[in-house]
């Protein structure tokens, strides 16, 4: 992709139907995939989000934003007929001017406008439990919410997005290819990967079985995808609906313990302070199996804490995949990122491997 140029951001602000001129545009946000930006209106009143798709990682944005426009727009009706203010409890696609979801810029680029929710924190790393239970409340809602979607209709944005075995696959053709010569580097990593291959197959053995339900999930449910409202401190957005589809709750389930229930950054060098926190686990899986266990069976229940170890496992052998191939996938703003990133993951695994007898217990019993 381009890098994005000042005259190319404000030909792109002017190609949305914000209903006023528009000023200054930031960056905004530590997304690893989109370019994300915050465009003023002129006078500084207001300000939207603009961004542009990656069209690298989203090969089909036409479908993509069919999906975003569908899931927001059965978002706001349920959030209308409950009274709720759908302004801010979704997100709001803001057509381009010629009444389309998305604007296609010169290089062939893909950009779409939210409305800017504003008065809400995003955070990067859980700073306390209510603020995990109040994230686990959100997903778990988002996914009840979305429980009567039509998902035949949703597109498959990402092909085998979660299918771990597929990502084991690219991981061993990343190393035989070793484009970037860095394989020699990262043998206690290989040597971690391989000893998990059999995990890998778990949760898609099961689906395939019909053992667990498919359900329409968020699948990238990284805490900085869930806006807080600053007054009250409840989640009240859940945002980046790029990826959602058909999934299991698991995969939702257990990026969001991936990411939060721990108290390092995801990108943390130093792995002797990388811990997997039991107590978070358990702060998250309250809220979520209190917005969403009552329709989960107990093979669906005891499915969570497999999808804590393999969206872990699964997120550690992409970044070390991409480490492998040059960083072209997640960005990264220091050399080694991805691959202490991937290290980070797979010092969670180990811990979730020792914890995971009462992480089942406790999925079972909350
Ligand atoms: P990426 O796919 O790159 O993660 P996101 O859609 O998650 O992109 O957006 C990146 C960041 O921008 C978010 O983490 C959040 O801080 C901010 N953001 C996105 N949408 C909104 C919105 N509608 N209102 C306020 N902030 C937003
Ligand atoms: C990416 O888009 P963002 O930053 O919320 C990635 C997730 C990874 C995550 C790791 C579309 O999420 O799958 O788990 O980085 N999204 C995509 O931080 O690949
Ligand atoms: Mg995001």
Redesign the pocket.
């Given at each position: 992709m381009k890098p994005v140029t000042q005259p190319l951001l404000q030909q792109a602000a002017a190609a949305f139907a914000f209903g006023c001129p528009t000023g200054a545009a930031e960056r905004y946000g530590a997304?690893?995939?989109?370019d994300t930006f915050a465009v003023w209106a002129a006078d500084r009143s207001r300000r939207w989000i603009l961004q542009r798709i990656n069209t690298d990682?989203f090969t089909d944005p036409a479908g993509l934003m069919e999906n975003v426009c569908g899931v927001t727009g059965y978002l706001r009706r349920q959030i209308i007929a409950r009274g709720g203010d759908p302004e801010r409890e979704t997100l709001n696609v803001i057509p381009t001017c010629d009444g389309k979801p998305y604007w296609t810029d010169p290089d062939g680029g893909a950009w779409r406008a939210y409305v800017f929710v504003e008065g809400t924190v995003c955070l990067q790393k859980v700073e306390s439990e209510q603020d995990f239970y109040t994230v686990a409340e959100t997903f778990g809602a988002f996914q009840n919410q979305l429980a009567g979607y039509p998902a035949a209709t949703l597109h498959e944005t990402?092909a085998r997005?979660h299918d771990t075995p597929n990502r084991y696959a690219n991981f061993e053709k990343a190393l035989a290819a070793d484009v970037m010569g860095r394989a020699r580097d990262v043998a206690p990593e290989v040597a971690f990967i391989r000893a998990r291959e059999a995990d890998c197959h778990v949760l898609t053995d099961q689906l395939a079985a019909g053992v667990l339900p498919l359900r329409v999930t968020h699948?990238?449910t990284?805490l900085?995808?869930v806006l807080i409202d600053q007054a009250t401190g409840r989640g009240i957005c859940v945002i980046?609906l790029?990826?959602v589809m058909p999934g299991l709750s698991a995969y939702d389930f257990g990026?969001s313990i991936r990411?939060g229930a721990n108290d390092c950054a995801?990108d943390e060098p130093n792995q002797s302070r990388v811990h997997f926190s039991l107590p978070l686990y358990q702060v998250f899986a309250r809220g979520y199996l209190k917005a969403a266990g009552g329709s989960m069976d107990e093979a669906e229940r005891r499915s969570l804490p497999w999808g804590a170890r393999l969206m872990t496992l699964e997120?550690g052998i992409?970044f070390l995949t991409d480490y492998l191939e040059g960083d072209h996938?997640?960005k990264i703003s220091r050399p080694a990122q991805n691959l202490d990133?991937a290290r980070t993951q797979f010092t969670l695994v180990a811990g979730m491997e020792r914890a995971f007898d009462e992480m089942t217990r406790l999925a079972l019993t909350l």
């Open positions: 997304g690893h995939i989109n990682t990402i997005f699948n990238d990284k900085n995808n980046d790029d990826t990026d990411f995801e997120c992409r996938y997640f990133r």
